[in-house]
T-cell receptor, first 114, second 113 residues
Framework: SQQGEEDPQALSIQEGENATMNCSYK?????LQWYRQNSGRGLVHLIL?????REKHSGRLRVTLDTSKKSSSLLITASRAADTASYFC??????????????FGTGTKLQVIP | DGGITQSPKYLFRKEGQNVTLSCEQN?????MYWYRQDPGQGLRLIYY???????QKGDIAEGYSVSREKKESFPLTVTSAQKNPTAFYLC????????????FGDGTRLSIL
């Protein structure tokens, strides 16, 4: 079953604008990650936020985490055409044997128009 | 440069045929994973391995098989028992221990002839 659900499913903005994507999940997590996928390519890790953190920055990326609402948001500031991609949140939980099971959401497809 | 190499990029399967997708990594990672991605959907875990000679079923293992004879290699076989194999297959690897980012290959797109 899908743990994370991104919202919106698709987003189209002009270059230079900010893009905000949201992720909601159902069960308690240890950490939440965001990945980017360019069309026809593999996923690329962007940022990881731990359950005891509320906000994290990396370059033009800002991630927030609200564990009480079981939600996270990814903000891309001053977007560029090269940011056009699908963005996935991924939540994890420890399973027996110490395995960290990562569950990916369905993704937000971002289009940045030059 | 370190990374994950998946081959082939495109693969076609005939009815009743088994096909094998290759995944090789030179990141010295102990953990490796296979995911299936269908259009407009997220990734679903097929199999994972945390150490050589050991692997576990994921959420959708039926119709698939894997081996992990070498640390660098984690091939996936799509068997004839998998009735709907058309999808984008992604291989990933990571360090074991805690939450670690996964590094992905560029995928293999499998279609039915």
């Amino acid at each position: 079953s899908q743990q994370g659900e991104e919202d919106p499913q698709a987003l189209s903005i002009q270059e230079g604008e900010n893009a905000t994507m949201n992720c909601s999940y159902k069960t308690s997590i240890n950490n939440l990650q965001w990945y980017r996928q360019n069309s026809g390519r593999g996923l690329v890790h962007l940022i990881l936020i731990r359950s005891n953190e509320r906000e994290k920055h990396s370059g033009r990326l800002r991630v927030t985490l609200d564990t009480s609402k079981k939600s996270s948001s990814l903000l891309i500031t001053a977007s560029r055409a090269a940011d056009t991609a699908s963005y996935f949140c991924a939540t994890d939980a420890f399973m027996s044997g110490g395995y960290q099971k990562v569950t990916f959401g369905t993704g937000t497809k971002l289009q940045v128009i030059p | 440069d370190g990374g994950i190499t998946q081959s082939p990029k495109y693969l076609f399967r005939k009815e009743g045929q088994n096909v094998t997708l290759s995944c090789e990594q030179n990141l010295n990672h102990d953990a490796m994973y296979w995911y299936r991605q269908d259009p407009g959907q997220g990734l679903r875990l097929i199999y994972y391995s945390q150490i050589v000679n050991d692997f576990q079923k994921g959420d959708i293992a039926e119709g698939y098989s894997v081996s992990r004879e070498k640390k660098e290699s984690f091939p996936l076989t799509v068997t004839s028992a998998q009735k709907n194999p058309t999808a984008f297959y992604l291989c990933a690897s990571s360090i074991v221990g805690g939450t670690q980012p996964q590094h992905f290959g560029d995928g293999t797109r499998l279609s039915i002839l």
